[in-house]
């Protein structure tokens, strides 16, 4: 994930997990597509969510098949 940018880390979420990713508002989706990431994380995908997220400005909530991302 070094060097990308967390939108990016969303989208691979969603291939790993066939989950769709929502934002809950403008605001979240801002905050996905300018925030970097830096490092690594060795985690299956649900853990890596959590763990890429407490990283950032974002926070999660899982409804049914969906993951949606809003602002902490």
Do not use: C, F, K, P
């Given at each position: 994930i070094d060097g990308r940018k967390v939108a990016d880390f969303l989208a691979w979420f969603e291939r790993q997990t066939?989950?769709?990713v929502v934002f809950?508002?403008?605001?979240?989706?801002?905050?996905a597509r300018?925030?970097?990431?830096?490092?690594?994380?060795d985690l299956e995908p649900l853990a890596k969510l959590a763990?890429?997220?407490t990283l950032t400005d974002l926070?999660?909530?899982?409804e049914?098949?969906?993951?949606?991302?809003s602002t902490r």
């Open positions: 066939g989950r769709s809950a508002d403008a605001g979240a989706e801002r905050v300018e925030t970097v990431l830096n490092g690594s994380i763990a890429v997220l926070t999660y909530m899982l049914g098949n969906r993951v949606v991302i």
